[in-house]
């Protein structure tokens, strides 16, 4: 049956992703290690958007624990691809988990880090399996994740300059990554207006306009000059 075989899929996929996440801290910063910057803990807004930012706040001490960013400073990423890789996983892991849930009718799961929660959804796999709709988005999600993780830990994405000014900090540091159909801001001092965004609170995280987003905001003036 086409659900049946979409579950089945995911199960690969899941699999691969247990195998592979683990080896994206290790890339972070080769051979390097430094003391954690601790910010004070800010209580976290309601519902979904809350608990992925509370678990993407552990995540970045982690990275801090690796050195990815120097205590008492607000630096790039050392090695932006890995820590996007990152970033775009764990929330893509948690709000999967958290639809597989809901459609399943089963309460809220707890927090946890990012292999624990795959492995809650494989064990799920059964009921998926059930739900031909679900068993594909549960497949689709997790091979996109399985492959952004694989082409962050093989060669290096494709970086291309784009011409003017950022329309939120005004700087020439504008990149296309065509592999992922974007384009992002890479000055680590950029915010956008949304007070919500990550780049406001998560050091790792910089702006991204889908490929559609920036031919508008091109067409409007609104991408700078």
Known sequence: MPEESSAAQAALWITTLLQQFPELSAELVPGRTAPAHHRPSVPPPPGLAGRIREEREEA??????????APGHSAAPLRLHISDAIRDITD??????????DRLGLPRARRAPVPERLRRIASLLDGIAADPVLA???????R????????????????????GRCPWCDSVSLRAFPDRSAVLCINPACRC???VCGC????AYR????????????????AGA
């Open 60 to 69: 970045l001490l982690l990275q801090q624990r690796h050195g990815l960013v």
């Open 92 to 101: 893509g892991v948690i709000e999967l988990e958290e639809a597989v849930r």
């Open 136 to 142: 594909a988005h549960v497949r689709d999600e997790t």
């Open 144 to 163: 996109r994740m399985a492959r952004r993780c694989a082409r962050a830990l093989g060669d290096t994405e494709t970086v291309v300059r784009v011409f």
């Open 193 to 195: 207006p949304d007070p």
């Open 200 to 203: 406001h609170d998560d050091p």
């Open 207 to 222: 702006h991204t306009w889908d490929e559609g987003e920036w031919e508008r905001a091109a067409a409007t003036g609104e």
